[in-house]
Structures are given as structure tokens and as C-alpha cells.
């Protein structure tokens, strides 16, 4: 059997020690970042279910965003990634056989299998050795109930198999989404293109990451799906055509979160450029969390603006709806003047790595007081030294030794290239913040 292979897009970078550079002055500078890797996945997903062309004006470039490309193109949708600005997308019958290499990204292994379900022939993903300890299994069930056949390892994760059948039935499906969002973001974003649709109902704990929800049937909306979420915990989504368009990818706003937290460590002020004057991200959230910390934060012309105050206070906060901003504002909290409570978050466990325990084991080596919750953190701020800081390979536990490595030097990255899952250019970008500084 020859396959189309999604696997060539991998840049499992080798691991690149880093010495996080610190302040000595105040930064203040215009940051302008790649778009949201959030709305690049849907974007590309939506665009290659469409029955026509699209572009993605100012996707991400990133690793997430490439290997979704590449997973894309092995089914057989056409996507032009050569300009960094503009990813003309044209839709083609799916197909397999395909491979498809997740890498460590929630959104390929929770997007793409629902999709592959629609294509004909069979589908197989796999990914970084960690990719397999993700939370699968209640999509996976979700879609059997729904009458895809496939195969996944006895953990109920990757590596998996979808026998793809050219078509899928759709009907009513139960989900407990509690460990990610991305299950039901993953399924409603095909079902419009299920026979009968999809009614969706999550039964269990709450789902997290509220407005990553809303991104998606905003955006399934923009594509011409017919959606309703007037319900509290169902979805409803009417079968029908997904419409090619623009995609207007707005900048990554958790992307853009350690930078702000440099303007607020050093007193000094960041903004980002080309954010818009209406958001599908939850910026109203972290300007709310910001504040609380000390910042002040504005919108103009020139962008979205954090401003530091010389003051950081601790918080007590439910991080449940904007929980991939855990590390950096635990990274804030460390230094604050006060301690933090940041609870809410269990399922990040289950992200690029157990969120919790290493922000507990990294925040505690530099001596920071630590009580782990099933659910979060408790963080007293200590005088902080000089550590070796673990990245576990997770984006965002870099971003987190970055921003304590402004006030405190010697803080010294096992690895930084592990940004390259959402933003390649974060250690030369962070260089060129503090050499302003
Ligand atoms: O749908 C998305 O694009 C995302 C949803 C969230 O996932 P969880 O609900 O698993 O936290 C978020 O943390 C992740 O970074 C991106
Ligand atoms: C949780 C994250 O990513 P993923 O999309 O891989 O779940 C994240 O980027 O913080």
C-alpha cells in the first residue's frame, strides 16, 4: 500500500539550551505576531471541508499549523503554504490511504480524525512519544457512536486508525468533554458535513476553555454552518455546505501573553500591533487577569497595550476558561508581591505536559513555595535563584522560564526550540525585547 504521507512537515527540533536573558531596564516596544494558532487550525479545517476555494490571510507558521497543513494535504486538499502571509487552500475528494503526524498538538488529534472519518480509505495518526498520554478516548467513542470505524491503542489514544467510509452518518452523540474543549471543538467542526448533522450533549464535568467553544461556532457560522448553542452543554449543527472565504487570522493573544507579562516584570509597556477592534479570542478575560496582577491594559489604534505599574500582586483565580495562560501567570504569580491561588485548571495534566505538577516541580527549584491542587496552584513568592529550568518540551513552560528569567538571571532553559510548536521566532523575538529594554 503506498501512502500519502502528512509526516514530512515534522520539525522535531533538536533540544536547544537557552539562557533566558534578564532586564535591565524597563521593556517597552511594539510586538507584531503571527496569527492565532487557535483560528489557523480552524481556518484550515473549515477550508478544506468547504465547497470551494479559500485563503488564510496571516495564518501562523508554526509547527501545530504546518503539521496540520501537512495532515490536510495527505487526505488530498490542496493548501499553498509558501507564502507566509497567505495560504490559498483548494478542497479535493478526501482520501486515504494517508499518514498523519500530530506532533504534540491537541488540535491535529482532536481536528483531523473527524474529518479523516469522511474520507475514503483508512487514515493513521501518531505522534511525539508524549502524544500518546493525551486525553483521546471520548471522541474516539463519540465517533464510533456515530458509526466511524476505528482502531486505537488500549490507553484509548494514538497511535490511532480511521477507516475512513467516504461518508458519516452523524445523528446524536454524548461526549464527556471535561478533559478538553477540543473534543467537541474537533466534532462540530465536521458535522456539518455529516449526513444528518450533529447533536452534540456533554454529560460530566465542566468543559474548560470556554471561548475556544465560541471560536468555533463563530467560525463555523462564518462558514455558512447552521449552529446552535442556545442549550447549555449541546450543539446542534444542521448538515449542509461550508462556504470557501477569507480567513482573517487574528494575532495569537496567548502567544502575545509572556510578552505583556515583560512589560508588567520590568515596569515597562508592550503592544501588540494588528489586534482588532472585535476579538474571537477572550482578551476581555486576560485584560481582566492582567489587571488584577497590576497592569493596565488598553486598546488604540496602535494595538492592544500592557502597561507594567512597578506593582505585581498575587491573585486567587479560576484559570478554567483561559487555562493555557496557566504558566505564564503562574510565572507572574512567583513574582509578585503576594501569594496566588490559580485553580480550576485539572485538565491541563493533560496538555503538552502535566501543567501543574511541572510548574509545581520548575517554580519550586527556583524557590518559590508551592502547594499542588488536583486542580491548580498555590504560589507564595520567595526571593527566586538561579535554576536549570525544565521545558518538558511544552511551549509554555518556556514562556514561563522566560518571564521569571527577566528578574532573575541564571535561569537556564533545558531546551527553547520546544516554542517551535507555536512560535519559532519566540527566542530571537525575546532576545530583541530585553536588548531594547
Ligand atoms: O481549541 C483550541 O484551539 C484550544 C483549546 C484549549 O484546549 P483545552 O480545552 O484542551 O484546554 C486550549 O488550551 C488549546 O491551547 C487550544
Ligand atoms: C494546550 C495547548 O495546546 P494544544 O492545542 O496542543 O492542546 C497550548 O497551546 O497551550
Redesign the pocket.
Known sequence: MSYRDGTMATVTAEPRPWLAPTASAPVSTVVRLPGS??MT?RALILSALSDGPSVIERPLRARDTELMAAGLRALGVAIDTTDAERWPVEPGPLRGPARVDVGLA??IMRFLPPAAALAEGVVEFDGDPHARNRPLRPIIEALRSLGVSIDASATGGLPLTVHGAGLVEGGEAVIDASA???FV?GLLLSAPRFTKGLVLRHEGPPV??AP?LR??THMLRAAGAAVDESVPDVWTVEPGPLTGRTWVIEPDL?GAAPFFAAAMVTGGAVTLAGWPAESWQPVGRLAELLTSLGAEVSQGPEGLTVRGTGTLRGITADLSEV??LTPVISALAALAEGPSELRGVA??R??ETDRIAALAAELSKAGAGITEFPDGLRIEPQPLRATSFETYADHRMAHAAAVIGLAVPGVNLTDVACTSKTLPEFPELWAGLVARS
Open positions: 494558532k487557535s487550525a491537541g488540535t478538553s474543549s477540543q471543538s474548560p476553555s475556544h471560536m468555533t496567548s487555562s493555557e485538565h491541563i493533560g496538555h
